[in-house]
DNA sequence: CTGTTAGCGCTTTCAC
DNA sequence: GTGAAAGCGCTAACAG
């Protein structure tokens, strides 16, 4: 069925060997033959086997991507970077998914499913458990984290805290002194430290400038736009003054206390300043103002960089520093009064 | 470096081939041995190559997932369902994406991607080019779509002519008779019909109703918030009488909609009635009215017909059409007056 | 029930 | 510059 490397070989008129040099653009090839080689090939509709070279060379030119969720915002366009990447350079990406499954034996993400299946594995935002991570450092592939440390690898984010506190900054300077949060990461994330690193920034611009943090104006959610919501709901129906400003953990939570705050009629921002961190692409037509962060490139500075290693490049894989930019749009004034 | 059959097969005192039954849970091997073999391969800490066992059966237990985009709402979530039942069934997933080049030079989906690199592929809501669909059939591999029809090959999805005319009779039925559209899919979206579908139904609606389609109430978009609010703002502004209601070809659509409704005033849903359909994950915090459909399930039915097909139950891959239903929430009520 | 023996399709020394 | 041949690790007859 499939035409093999040999096929090609006998047409042309070479052994397999010269076929397989040429066609793989290394040296030692006369130009006629090459030239004579990929034509043959190209009629015959030849396409190599990854199985047979895999097996071969030890390399499946596939690269292994790991992701707590892919129907998330941060996940979907890291993957999509990262996606750009890899084609560009004739790589695969296999996907591995714990569709929510962050932690419990529902998980399923085992060595085994990476062994002699990959070249290397780019761990997206998730916290590894100490087992896991054991057993993907003896698989001995190159690995690295997106979109927030890892202990153990290096990876490539924002820096959390920096951003954080220039959200914070952002609302300070507005003049706001009641400032609530909602923060990211309910339970044990185990070694995930985003979102603790954005709650922490948040009480430490806040003992900075001097003000009180009330534990009824910070609420838990999981980043997402209906744990938002739920978060605002928690904090609107507390007894007492409501904050002038909330600093949320994710725009999708942002996003989620306009809506409820819409629904009760708390105009935004005359009555209250909301600011998230992300530039969700609800952002934007929402007038959210927020930390931007650009996780496409963040996907693709990591497959480069472990692509790079990949041809030999020791050390190319190094922890490194997203930009991320206060944007100001309309869901952010000063206090009233 | 990595333990092979062969020194399980050392250890165990036995043949390789018995290894390779005992482990993969053939017939024809004593418990005994089956017991040793398994005893004596985790010990070991045995992975079996995917390579070789690829280059030996033919089949590399690798399915691939082509999709226009993975960063949008309903390819996240298909993705995830597809890959909860791979990865139950121990398959891979191997995800090709255009990343937005739907057509054009850049987009650069070609046969030899996927020959003899997965065993069936599923192709999310996109238009094959004539060319794309001969390669692909051309490989004999199984197809099927997922979230539209596509030429040539079975699919998943819902009836979306149907799934528009339950938005439309909801707003007729409310009473509303100006009814504008934003429409999905500006441009030649090759055979990919779904946008045109939902559109078609829109029409078919009004003149089922005796109402006019006025072309000033008509804005194309792309299916995103963005665009939504693009198409949005093209309505609103235009000269002569507002729609009292908006059928949009997608949630995020009506979302950018609502939220540029909102920019200038025009109140929801005493102003203007808006519905969509997907059921976005930020369609029930922002109170959308929308025909609901489950792309989660839509992966995972497909998935599971293409795993019954491979496993040879030949026609396993049909049309099969998923359910929609109307999800009433805030966005709509009878037109005012 | 178990072992032997060919490959699967490609890469890679090592000769020529 | 090119070819011969030995694997890579596993599966699949075929014997026994």
Redesign the pocket.
């Known amino acids: 069925m499939?035409v093999?490397?040999?096929d090609v070989a006998a047409q042309a008129h070479?052994?397999?060997?010269?076929v397989?040099?040429a066609l793989?653009g290394l040296?030692?090839?006369?130009e006629?033959?090459r030239a004579k080689v990929l034509s043959v090939a190209a009629e015959l509709g030849y396409v190599?086997?990854p199985s047979?070279?895999g097996?071969?060379?030890g390399r499946t030119r596939t690269m292994g991507v790991l992701v707590p969720f892919v129907d998330r915002w941060y996940f979907g366009h890291a993957i999509e970077g990262i996606d750009q990447v890899l084609r560009e350079n004739g790589y695969n990406l296999l996907l591995f998914s714990l569709g929510g499954y962050v932690h419990g034996q529902k998980r399923s993400f085992t060595e085994s499913m990476v062994r002699k299946q990959i070249d290397a594995l780019l761990v997206l935002s998730l916290g590894l458990s100490e087992e896991e991570l054991r057993q993907l450092h003896h698989t001995e592939i190159p690995l690295l984290s997106v979109g927030g440390p890892v202990v153990g690898c290096s990876g490539v984010y924002i820096d959390d805290g920096a951003a954080a506190t220039a959200a914070m900054d952002h609302l300070l300077g507005l003049g706001h002194r009641r400032i609530g949060h909602l923060s990211g990461g309910v339970q044990d994330e185990r070694n995930f430290k985003v979102p603790a690193l954005r709650t922490l920034a948040y009480r430490t611009a806040m003992e900075r400038a001097g003000l009180e943090v009330r534990p009824d104006w910070i609420a838990a959610g999981d980043f997402t736009v209906a744990e938002g919501v739920r978060a605002a709901v928690q904090i609107f129906d507390a007894p007492g003054e409501l904050p002038t400003a909330l600093f949320c953990g994710s725009d999708e939570m942002a996003l989620g206390a306009m809506f409820e705050a819409q629904r009760r009629g708390i105009r935004i921002p005359e009555e209250l300043s909301v600011v998230g961190i992300d530039d969700h692409d609800f952002s934007a037509p929402a007038g959210l103002t927020t930390i931007a962060q650009k996780p496409w490139h963040h996907g693709r500075a990591a497959a480069t960089m472990l692509l790079a290693e990949l041809a030999g490049a020791t050390g190319a894989t190094r922890d490194t520093l997203m930009p991320f930019e206060l944007v100001v749009r309309h869901s952010t004034a000063p206090p009233p009064g």
């Open positions: 499939g093999s490397i040999d070479v052994s397999t060997a010269t397989s040099r793989r040296p030692r090839v006369s006629a033959t190599p086997s047979a070279s097996l071969a060379t």
